[in-house]
Every structure is written in C-alpha cells, then in structure tokens.
Antibody, heavy 115, light 112 residues
Framework: EVHLLESGGGFVQPGGSLRLSCAAS????????MGWVRQAPGKGLEWVSI????????YYADSVKGRFTISRDNSKNTMSLQMNGLRVDDTAVYYC????????WGQGTLVTVSS | DVVMTQSPLSLSVTLGQPASISCRSS???????????LNWFHQRPGQSPRRLIY???NRDSGVPDRFSGSGSGTDFTLKISTVEAEDVGVYYC?????????FGQGTKVEIK
C-alpha cells in the first residue's frame, strides 16, 4: 500500500522559510515523479511543483518560481520542498503527491504565513 | 495555462439517485500517444483528495463501479449511478497533459 507522510509545516512570518518533507513507502520511489499540491483554506487545489523520477528535471508554478526548490533523495525515499520568501498567500495545506496525474496523496501539512 | 471549467459548482442529490458533473478544458487533452489525460478526484470533508478516474474513463483500484468517467477532447463527465452518503464532498477534474497541471474549481456534492 502506498503511504506518503508529510512533515515540516508550521507558522512562519512573511519573508521567512520552511522546509517540507515527504517520506514515501509502499512503491518503488525512484520510478515515479513526485510533486506538491497545495490548498489554501476553503479553496481549490493548485499544483506547486514536480520533480521527475531521477531528480534531474523540476517544474514550478509561476506563483512560486524563484522562491521554492523541490528535491528528492531516492536512496532515502524522501522528497523535500524548500520554501523561501514566504508570503501570506502561500498559506495552505501542502500535499505530497505521487506521479504526474496524482495517483496517491499524503494527508497534508499546514503552512501558515502571517505576521 | 489550461483552464478547467466544472459545472455545476454545487449539487444536492437524493440518496439512491444519479448525479453528473461536467468538466471542460480550454485545450484538447488528447496526447500524442492517443490517450486522454483527464483525472477525477474526490475530497471528503477534512480529508485529502483521492483519485477516482484516470485517462478519462479508467477507475482506480477500489473505486466503486457506481462511478464512471466519459468524454474526449475537451468535454468530460463524471457520473455517479446511485449516490450514497459517503459520496459527499468536493469533486475536482484535473488535466494531465500540460504543465502546470490545472484543476477545475470543484463541485460540492451534498445529500438532499
């Protein structure tokens, strides 16, 4: 059974940084692209970033480009999202997602950006 | 970006009755491999989304057969043949061809 567990969310002031992590199990991690999707309170879903299986190529939504960095460690079955220059509108639940078409999702971790 | 437009945005359904949600994309979702990359997700209150349908009409493992997806090109439909209490929540379509991946606004389904 696929299991995705996010961690690292919390409260941060505007301009601050956070690093989210996703621990994966139940599948061959190195065979799948992995991504992050966020959901602002009471709002819809937005893809933030994705990294291909080898880690060699990454994609970002325009809203986070230049501020967020996605990475993965296939030896540890983990993926990370380094978030710098956080803004109030980055406040959301961040989900770890398997594959380009959202095969499986984690339970999410809440990031709150507020002064 | 590809714009995904769902309708209706809310739906009140009697238990045991059918329900249907429409999703339209601003660009064709047919890929060069011949497949149509349209996904449907269900998010129950307080839970993370779960994919129900991939490639427009394929049910994910464990998804009840009362759920069906259809459509091609730019017009798609999710149908629930007989709504059950556990089907409440928000349904999203998502295109799976272009980056950034984009979702519809969501359709909230409640029981009448």
């Amino acid at each position: 059974e696929v299991h995705l567990l996010e961690s690292g969310g919390g409260f941060v002031q505007p301009g601050g940084s956070l690093r989210l992590s996703c621990a994966a199990s139940g599948f061959t991690f190195s065979s799948y692209a992995m991504g992050w999707v966020r959901q602002a309170p009471g709002k819809g879903l937005e893809w933030v970033s994705i990294i291909i299986n080898s880690g060699g190529t990454t994609y970002y939504a325009d809203s986070v480009k230049g501020r967020f960095t996605i990475s993965r460690d296939n030896s540890k079955n983990t993926m990370s999202l380094q978030m710098n220059g956080l803004r109030v509108d980055d406040t959301a639940v961040y989900y770890c997602v398997q594959n380009w078409n959202g095969d499986n999702w984690g339970q999410g971790t809440l990031v709150t950006v507020s002064s | 970006d590809v714009v995904m437009t769902q309708s209706p945005l809310s739906l009140s359904v009697t238990l045991g009755q059918p329900a249907s949600i429409s999703c339209r994309s601003s660009q064709s979702l047919v890929y060069s491999d011949g497949n149509t990359y349209l996904n449907w997700f269900h998010q129950r209150p307080g839970q993370s989304p779960r994919r129900l349908i991939y490639k427009a009409s394929n049910r994910d493992s464990g998804v009840p057969d009362r759920f069906s997806g259809s459509g091609s090109g730019t017009d798609f439909t999710l149908k629930i043949s007989t709504v059950e209490a556990e089907d409440v929540g928000v349904y999203y379509c998502m295109q799976g061809i272009h980056w950034p991946r984009t979702f519809g606004q969501g359709t909230k389904v409640e029981i009448k």
